[in-house]
């Protein structure tokens, strides 16, 4: 099986430098630097990451950035073990939640088309719907933070059930999954475990 090439610069490409610090180099981080993430910053990574496509431009992820000791603390009950001691350590950690009525925005979204009718009450769709797209906001929040010059912790590992009750009593929000942010020490990186190659991956039909 062949390993899948890295792209070349083509016309129209992102340059090698941005590839690898979106993706070839990129790391997912355990340990950090104690480098703080400014409010600043935290509205640019917002802006860049809205700007991500999701069905019928639905937006349903909602995103707490916990910026505080205090704040992470609360999270530190509901963490994996595993999970404890790099979240104490993160800058900021984000919830990435979605919005159990998110077609209420649809007004606001989508003006031209009245997909509020097609989504309220129809609880099959909704749940298929925040799932996959707050899971691709999610995954546009850590692309953003990169081209920032962040690094990410994404993580599993949590009770949801115990996040949900302490940052969103209402049951309105959801968490999806958590992701610390800031400057990682790449001196605690370990190898990079390998990926599927293309032909293991993929078809072409």
Not at 67 to 76: C, G, I, K, Q
Not at 162 to 178: M, S
Not at 180 to 191: A, C, F, I, V
Request: charged fraction near 20%.
């Amino acid at each position: 099986m062949s390993e899948t090439p890295q792209a070349t610069v083509q016309t129209g490409c992102l340059p090698d430098e941005s590839l690898n610090r979106l993706f070839y180099g990129a790391r997912t981080h355990s340990v950090w630097l104690d480098e703080r993430v400014t409010n600043e910053t935290l509205l640019v990574l917002y802006d860049l990451l809205r700007m991500g496509p999701t069905s019928a431009n639905s937006c349903p992820a909602r995103f707490v950035f916990l910026t505080t000791t205090e704040s992470r603390e609360r999270l530190v009950p509901a963490l994996s073990p595993k999970n404890v001691e790099k979240t104490r350590k993160a800058p900021v950690t984000v919830i990435v939640a979605w919005d159990t009525e998110f077609y209420e925005k649809f007004s606001e979204l989508t003006p031209s088309v009245d997909w509020k009718s097609v989504f309220a009450g129809n609880q099959n769709l909704i749940d298929s719907t925040v799932l996959r797209n707050s899971s691709l906001q999610g995954a546009y929040l850590i692309l953003a933070a990169r081209a920032l010059g962040l690094d990410c912790g994404p993580m599993s590992g949590f009770d949801a059930e115990k996040v949900n009750a302490e940052f969103f009593p209402d049951g309105r929000w959801k968490v999806n999954f958590l992701c610390n942010l800031g400057h990682g020490d790449p001196t605690e990186l370990k190898p990079r475990n390998p990926r599927l190659s293309f032909d293991d991956a993929c078809l072409v039909l």
